[in-house]
Each structure stands twice: as structure tokens, then as C-alpha cells.
């Protein structure tokens, strides 16, 4: 039939079966050849269709790279109502994943049935869209109006058991799915079982408040996001208006959304995500390590966390420590951020205990000897890790890569500590590390290939996004974190206050405001960090000196009570503290700087451009691989709205002319040492 869907008639049945690797994306030619395959069927000899895929999935939804392209016909929505209204039936079989386009394409079949172990979803409010062929129509008359905002607004996958229980599938089956398949729709056949059209089901009956309390609870959990709301009025229609109609809302709010510059930030994210896991120059076919036992050395913050991310896959883990008393202390955060799992139905108590045994704690270090993997999380002090670093390559066993969790501190020294450099590497997690997503893969100059590609693996094998990062301070994220807290900084003493900062990067979409962020991270940690410099070093004294007063003072943060802002012991709200005003306001008088009034916009473009300037620096250094990389780290690790794609992508869409001069203008007047633009910004401005 055609180079990708391909049909044949198995005695009274007819196969269409799609394959278009790697997923069965529905590109043109695959929406053609499935139009001209039902044209066939409906011809010939067969009873019922059976629509099933090759490869490694069922179709994952529509072709990605066709966005922001001119439409092509045919189109999905006309093709799959194509499908519906074919004159006999159409059995679609599920294994992978259907989602999106795909999910849809399934239920414009008139039955479907799947193997145990796939995974259904419509995750097309991750890229900033809707279902628009039909889903957001089809799903509630199946499965009800709750079941149907909750699939949609959350893009979240389900197992093909919760997809049964809704009544997306009719059918769980063992054992070879074309087999079954066909074997079902034989029966079918043979109990003349008629098309049976998903458009006209009715919906089951729901509360009409339900979709004023969805759009309330989206506007809180999806700030700012356009594609969440409309997927609300594209279900809400479908409960007042006729399947067509219900449709075209659906394709007018779907194309609203697909021209959004929301969309264009979250479908770069989409690609920038799996672009960052792949390291130029690289081959693929590396050959890989093997990980199957973990040493962690430090139960603190990141330990106990870092621990977590690999027993939850299954890796056995040894914590050491440098005592019991810290031990003890360690595993017992560990087995609290469990039992806190399990209170909030994260996991269940059976699961929880595995897990936890999986974590074993020791202060001999010879316990790490048949590891294959060491992870070093201990206070950020370059001699201490150094002296472990050392310890290590007497320990460890040839072959095991040695890592460091640090934050800042140069790799190729420490690596240098050791007489195998070419196995350690930098394995930056960020905090709490069993959560977030985010993991900067530190390569130093003498890091083998091997390595790199064992944990670029690695880190997709414990759910988590890598990041190659070359070597300089900060890597790639913490070093951005520079200039955009220097400048939030500056606004404070220059005029505004905690509140006003936070309150505009937050209404611009950053989770939490810089301010909160700094009492969150700890007060001392940047304080002990300057302190280690020279104070030719330190950078520009206004942008400290608050920090430091308070450091000096003990209010250290949350968890001190106090910090810029003062915290509830109970609920750890934070509140306005008027004695931070006044420090702020007693030491802009002693750098004889005059407060005055801070535009909103001013503070954003402050510290959003100071991240895209120090960004730009990171490109030309090679120290990341691409803008999109970037991008990754500021979404995945620092809060950055998905909407707005990372700062590198916002820079580019905002236009990097009008950023450059923006830049410009804060150089004439807030000085050249804090706002030189990077000579790439400059190139590209004036490309
Ligand atoms: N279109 C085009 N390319 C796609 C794609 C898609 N829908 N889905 C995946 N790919 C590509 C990836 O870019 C990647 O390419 P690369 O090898 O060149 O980097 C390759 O397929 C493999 O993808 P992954 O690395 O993500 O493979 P995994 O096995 O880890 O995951 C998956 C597979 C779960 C299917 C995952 O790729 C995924 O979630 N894909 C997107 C699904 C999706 O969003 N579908 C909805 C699309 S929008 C839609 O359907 C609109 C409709 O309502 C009209
Ligand atoms: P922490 O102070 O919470 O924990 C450090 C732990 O190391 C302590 O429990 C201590 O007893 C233990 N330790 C010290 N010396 C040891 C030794 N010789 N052998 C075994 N254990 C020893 O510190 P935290 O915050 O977990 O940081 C650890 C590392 O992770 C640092 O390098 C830090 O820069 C980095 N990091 C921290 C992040 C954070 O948000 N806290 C985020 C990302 C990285």
C-alpha cells in the first residue's frame, strides 16, 4: 500500500499496519496510507479492520516536526472521522504507547483492545496544544467529563488497566497481539457486531461546576498557560453542543494554540530535551559500563536524596558517612522522605520497603570496593573532596567511576587527585535530588568517552534529564544563577523590595522568586562561598552586602526562621519583615545610593537578560552544547516557565535585536563589568 502502512486480508479480516519508525509518528504519508487502506477495506472481501504498528509502540501521537509547517492533507481530524465512518468494523490494537494523535486515531476505531503493559494519554498540553482531532470530544463520551479533564490537563499517561476501567479500551488481551486481535474481531464478526462510533455515545452524567473548578485550579497549576484553559472549554463543549460542532470549537482552539508562541516554546523544549541527552562528536554505538551497584559518600541533603534516585530503579545502594551518629542521621531522612511518600499515595508501603532496603550504610570505605559507581556528596570544600577523591582510587575497583555532586568546585582538579582521571566525572543533581529532574553531566578535560556515555545513560535510567556541561564555575546552571542574584540584588538596594522582586518574576512565571529562592538554598551558602575568595573576586559589593549582614546576623533562611523574609514554623509561609527594609535601606545610605521606584519590567529584564547575557559567554565557551541545552537546565532545574522555553529560547523569540539593546542600555547605565554583552549576543543582534 504504501512505504509506511502497509494492508493485507487475513481470511475475513483485514490488517492495516502502520510502520513508521521510531514511534509511527502520524506524518503525512502514514495519514495518506491510512486513508487509502480503509478506502481499500471497505471494497474488498474483509468483514472488520484490525489497525495495528509495527515496531516498538502504536502510533505516539501526530508528527511533531510538521508543526508550525502548512497543513497537508489529509488532515488528521478529517481522516479519523474518515475511519469512524467506515461501514465495517475497525479493531484497533495497542501496545507502547498511543498518545496524542495516536490515542485519537484509536478511538475513531469502533473497538479497541491492548496488551497489559501499554500506556495510553494525550499529551498534548505538554507542547502547549490540545488534542485537536477529536480527542477532547471522543474521550467523555467514553469516559465521562472527570476522567476526560483530568487525561487532557495533565498529559499524563495511564496503564491500559485505568484506560479499561474508563472504557477507552474494551479489551486487555495475553499473549501475541496480532493474534488476538484478530481472533477478537472474528468473533465480532461473528456476533454481528456493528460499527459502533465513539461520536455517538453519550456522555455520562456530571456536575456542571466541575469545569469552573477546573479552570480555578489550572490557573494556579498551569499559570499563565493558555492550552489548559481551552482544553476546559473544548470539554465543556462537548457536553453542550452536538459531536460537529463540539469539533470545530476543538479545531479553532487547537490552531489558536498551535500558533501560540506557547506552543513554539514548549515543542523547542520538546526537542531541545532530546537533543541535550546526545553528545556531539560522540559515537553512538560507545560502549557503555556497566552500573549495577552504587557507593554514595555523604547522607546530608543531596546524599539521602541522590540515594533514593537509584534504589527506586532498583540499584542497591552504600551510603557512607563519617560516623554512626551521622549515619544513623542520614538513613533516617531517607526512610522519612519514603514514609512522607507513601502518606501522600506517591508509592505504596511494599514498594517504599524495597526501595529502602535497597539503601544499605556504612563508615568503611572498603565497602565500596565492588561498587561500580561512586557518587561523592560531602560539604563543598575542594580539599576535603580531594582527599576523598584519593581514598577512592585506593578503594575502588578498576573500572568504577568515581563522580562528584559538587557545585561549583573544578572537576579537573579534583579528578586530578586520583591516578585515574579518565573515570571521573561530575554528576551535578539538584535539590531535593529524588525529585527534581535535572542532572548536569560534568565532562573534565580527561573523562573518557566511555564514561560520559555510561552516564548520559545513566541518568535516563534513574527518570532523570541530563545535561553535558563542560567545566568552569558553576557549570552551566549555577554559573547563570550569578548575574540573574546579582541583579536581584541590586534591584533590592537600588529601590525595590523582597516582595516587589519575587512578585514580578513570579507574575513573569518563574515557580519562586529569586529572593525566596536565596532563604530557601541558605543564606551561608553563597556567604562561605564569597568568603573563600579574594574579595577582588567577590564581585560587585552591593550586590552582597545585604546578604552578608544577614548571614553575619544568623538569618540564614528558612531554616533559621528568618532570612529576607520571616517563616512560619508550622506552615513555612513566608511573611514581609520590615527590619529587612530597614538593613536594606541603611546600607543602600552607606553606598550613597538614593532609592527610587523599580519598574516591574525593569527588574525582569534585569535578570532575565543578565541569564541570557551569561548564557550566551556559556556558548561561546563550548561549555554547553547548544542554546537548547541550556534551555533544559533553566526549565528542569531552576523553575523556568516551559512556557517561555528557557531563557535562550525567549531571547530568540523576544528577538536577540531588541535583547542586545535592552543590554545596551543597562551598560550606559548601570556600567560595562556587569553588562559587556557577550560578543555571540552582539553577533547575533547585528546578523
Ligand atoms: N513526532 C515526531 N517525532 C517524534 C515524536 C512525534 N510525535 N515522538 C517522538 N519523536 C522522535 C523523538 O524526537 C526522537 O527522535 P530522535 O531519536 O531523533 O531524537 C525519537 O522519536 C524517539 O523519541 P524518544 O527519545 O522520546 O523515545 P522514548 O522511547 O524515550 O519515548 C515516546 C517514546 C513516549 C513516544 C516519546 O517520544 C513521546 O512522548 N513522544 C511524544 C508524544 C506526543 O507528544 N504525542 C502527541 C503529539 S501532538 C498530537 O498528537 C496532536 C494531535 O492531537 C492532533
Ligand atoms: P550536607 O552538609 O547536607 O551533607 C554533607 C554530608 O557529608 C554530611 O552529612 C557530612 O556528615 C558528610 N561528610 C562530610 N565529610 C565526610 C566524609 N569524609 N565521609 C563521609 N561523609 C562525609 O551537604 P549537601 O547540601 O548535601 O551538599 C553536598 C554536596 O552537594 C556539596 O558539594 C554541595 O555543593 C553539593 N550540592 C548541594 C546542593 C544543595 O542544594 N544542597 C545542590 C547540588 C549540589
Redesign the pocket.
Known amino acids: 500500500m504504501s512505504e509506511v502502512v502497509n494492508y493485507t486480508v487475513d481470511g475475513n479480516i483485514g490488517v492495516i499496519s502502520v510502520d513508521n519508525p ?2 509511527n ?1 502520524l506524518s503525512q504519508p502514514v495519514r495518506q496510507g491510512l486513508h487509502d487502506a480503509i478506502s481499500a477495506a471497505q471494497s474488498d472481501a474483509c468483514q472488520a479492520i484490525v489497525l495495528i504498528c509495527a515496531g ?2 502504536f502510533i ?6 510538521e508543526f508550525g509547517k502548512p497543513a497537508v492533507e489529509p488532515l ?1 481530524s478529517d481522516l479519523l472521522n474518515f475511519i469512524e465512518s467506515s461501514g465495517k468494523p475497525v479493531i484497533a490494537a495497542i501496545h507502547g ?1 498511543a ?4 490515542l ?1 486515531t484509536a478511538l475513531s476505531a469502533h473497538y479497541r483492545c491492548a496488551v497489559a503493559n501499554a500506556k495510553v494519554g494525550l ?2 498540553v ?2 502547549g ?1 490540545l ?3 477529536g ?1 477532547t470530544q471522543r474521550v467523555p463520551r467514553l469516559a465521562g467529563v472527570q476522567a476526560a479533564l483530568d487525561l487532557i490537563t495533565s498529559g499524563d499517561p495511564i496503564p491500559a488497566s485505568r484506560a479499561h476501567e474508563l472504557g477507552l479500551i474494551d479489551k486487555i488481551v495475553d499473549g501475541d497481539l496480532r493474534e488476538e486481535a484478530l481472533a477478537w474481531a472474528r468473533e465480532l464478526v461473528e456476533q454481528g457486531a456493528a460499527p459502533r462510533k465513539s461520536s455517538e455515545q453519550a456522555i455520562p452524567e456530571f456536575d456542571p461546576a466541575i469545569f469552573d473548578g477546573y479552570r480555578a485550579a489550572l490557573e494556579k497549576r498551569a499559570r499563565g498557560q493558555i492550552a489548559p484553559q481551552h482544553i476546559v472549554a473544548c470539554v465543556e463543549a462537548a457536553t453542550t453542543h452536538s459531536f460537529d460542532e463540539g469539533l470545530a470549537v476543538e479545531a479553532r482552539l ?1 490552531w489558536e494554540c498551535m500558533k501560540s508562541p506557547q506552543s513554539a516554546a514548549m515543542r523547542h523544549l ?2 531541545a530535551e ?2 541535550a541527552a546526545k553528545i556531539d562528536g560522540l559515537p553512538k554505538d560507545t560502549p557503555l559500563r556497566s552500573i549495577e551497584s552504587v557507593g554514595i559518600i555523604g547522607g546530608g541533603t543531596m546524599g539521602g536524596g541522590i540515594a533514593m534516585s537509584f534504589a527506586n530503579v532498583g540499584i542497591p545502594v552504600t551510603l557512607i558517612e563519617i560516623d554512626g551518629e551521622a549515619l544513623a542521621r542520614g538513613l533516617s531522612i531517607v526512610e522519612k522522605n519514603y514514609a512522607a511518600g507513601v502518606k501522600r499515595g506517591k508509592l505504596s508501603e511494599e514498594k517504599a520497603a524495597k526501595c529502602r532496603a535497597l539503601i544499605d550504610g556504612s563508615t568503611d570505605y572498603a565497602t565500596l570496593a565492588d561498587v561500580d559507581l561512586v557518587i561523592e556528596a560531602v560539604f563543598e570544600d575542594p580539599e576535603l573532596k580531594k582527599t576523598i577523591f584519593a581514598r577512592l582510587d585506593s578503594v575502588c575497583k578498576p573500572g568504577a567511576i568515581l563522580a562528584t555532586n559538587t557545585s561549583y568546585q573544578d572537576v579537573n582538579q579534583i579528578a586530578a587527585a586520583t591516578e585515574r582521571p579518565e573515570d571521573v566525572i561530575g554528576l551535578h543533581f539538584f535539590s531535593p535530588a529524588n525529585i527534581m529532574k535535572l542532572l548536569e553531566v560534568v565532562r573534565a578535560e580527561k573523562t573518557a568517552d566511555d564514561v560520559l556515555a555510561t552516564c548520559m545513560a545513566l541518568a535516563k535510567r534513574i527518570r532523570k534529564v541530563p545535561v553535558m556541561s563542560g567545566v568552569c564555575y558553576g557549570f552551566i546552571g549555577n554559573r547563570m544563577l550569578g548575574p540573574y542574584f546579582r541583579e536581584a540584588q541590586l534591584c533590592l538596594i537600588e529601590g525595590a523590595t523582597p516582595e516587589q522582586v519575587d512578585t514580578a518574576m513570579e507574575a513573569w512565571g518563574m515557580a519562586m522568586g529569586p529572593v525566596r529562592v536565596a532563604d530557601l538554598a541558605g543564606i551561608d551558602v553563597g556567604y562561605k562561598a564569597r568568603q573563600a575568595l579574594p574579595e577582588s573576586e567577590r564581585g560587585d559589593p552591593r550586590s552582597y552586602r545585604v546578604s552578608d549582614v544577614l548571614a553575619e546576623m544568623g538569618r540564614l533562611g528558612q531554616k533559621t526562621g528568618s532570612g529576607f523574609y520571616r517563616y512560619d514554623p508550622e506552615t513555612r509561609k513566608h511573611a514581609n519583615d520590615p527590619a529587612v527594609v530597614e538593613i536594606i535601606e541603611r546600607e543602600a545610605a552607606a553606598f550613597g545610593i538614593e532609592r527610587r521606584a523599580i519598574p516591574d519590567e525593569e527588574i525582569v529584564d534585569r535578570l532575565i537578560y543578565a541569564l541570557v547575557n551569561e548564557g550566551m559567554r556559556i556558548i561561546e565557551e563550548g561549555i554547553a552544547q547548544r542554546p537548547g541545552d541550556i534551555d533544559i537546565v533553566y526549565v528542569y532545574g531552576y523553575g523556568f516557565p516551559v512556557a517561555r522555553g528557557g531563557p535562550m529560547h525567549y531571547a530568540e523569540a523576544i528577538g536577540h535585536q531588541r535583547v542586545y539593546e535592552r543590554v545596551l542600555e543597562f551598560r550606559d547605565r548601570y556600567g560595562a563589568e556587569a553588562w559587556t554583552p557577550a560578543p555571540l549576543l552582539e553577533k547575533l543582534a547585528t546578523a
Open positions: 521510531p514511534v509518528a516498538r509502540t505516539a501521537g501526530a508528527d511533531i516536526t488528521l504507547t498518545l496524542g494523535g495516536g485519537e499529551p498534548e505538554k507542547l496544544l488534542p485537536g482531532a480527542g487547537f520538546f526537542f532530546r537533543q
